[in-house]
Nanobody
Framework: QVQLVESGGELVQAGGSLRLSCAASGRPGSSAAMGWFRQAPGKEREFVAVISRSGGSTDYANFARGRFLISKDNAKNTVYLQMNNLKVEDTAVYYC????????????????WGQGTQVTVSS
């Protein structure tokens, strides 16, 4: 079992930055990949970014590439999502998830999910 708790979401102006954190407990070392997903109002949940167990490999959704950075601190069992140059369309609940499948974008491969943290970007 892996428990995930996200934090760091808040109201920010367009162009601003936020860093989300995801603290893992239980057996986080059993996860092959950690991902971030988001769900905007009225939309389906979508992939944002993924990082491998070692942290050496990452992948991003097109909208995130160049603006977002996923990283992890294995000593702290924490995954981060640095979001820069935020846009109004980035407004969503952001979820952290853990997968036994290495480096996957597919939500179906993620076994454990956090409760989400709200990011609101104002114009």
């Amino acid at each position: 079992q892996v428990q995930l708790v996200e934090s760091g979401g808040e109201l920010v102006q367009a162009g601003g930055s936020l860093r989300l954190s995801c603290a893992a407990s239980g057996r986080p070392g059993s996860s092959a990949a950690m991902g971030w997903f988001r769900q905007a109002p009225g939309k389906e949940r979508e992939f944002v970014a993924v990082i491998s167990r070692s942290g050496g490999s990452t992948d991003y959704a097109n909208f995130a590439r160049g603006r977002f950075l996923i990283s992890k601190d294995n000593a702290k069992n924490t995954v981060y999502l640095q979001m820069n140059n935020l846009k109004v369309e980035d407004t969503a609940v952001y979820y952290c998830a853990a997968s036994l499948v290495p480096w996957t974008r597919s939500q179906e491969d993620y076994n454990y999910w956090g409760q989400g943290t709200q990011v609101t970007v104002s114009s």
